[in-house]
């Protein structure tokens, strides 16, 4: 019997398809109209470990987003013969809570290609894995274009705030201001093995011309 042969598939890295968003030049603000994208998010309220390198954890809740994330790999890869890479998570920090929790939406970006009826098999096959009836509040999210100010923050991402600042100060000269709050993308992964100085944290706002 004749063996078949495997189709090598080419392996997409949306860092690098979307570039402008995800490889920024320090000691830049850029303003931008980001395209639609898509996300899988996880709501939660929690406390996030601030004491080491890499990324917040969070304390208080699983992380489980990125297992539906992997799961949506497979079908793309499996269906669409579409590959392509974990994203790097995402925090929207909404507010703070009572005992030093915060309201956020934590996030990953996939491809264009996934559909909402993959994310809900993907959740599906979550559930089957993890022997639950019930996931937390995890949705898919289909983000239209947005005009948005980003800046990349080189150091502990504890410090973020300074750079959050410095892009007011900027939107103020350039006639914009903040529409909401901020979110922060984490470009490395979640481990010690990076020193405070070495982190990198996209900073992105919203914006809107100044009336």
Known sequence: MQKLESKTLKTHDHRKVYGDIYQLKPQKTVIQLLPELKYVSQSMVTSYDMNWDGRPEPKDDKWLAWKVVNQIKQITKKELEYKFKLMPPEIIWHKAAENDKWVVDQMMLVADCVTEEMFDRAIEHVKKNL???????????NNGPTLCAQRLHVGHYKNTKETLQIIKEDLEVEGYQMKGVHREIYLLPAMGCYPPEKCKTIVSVEIEKKE
Not at 131 to 141: A, Q
């Open 131 to 141: 022997r639950v009836k019930e996931l937390p509040s995890i949705t898919f999210r």
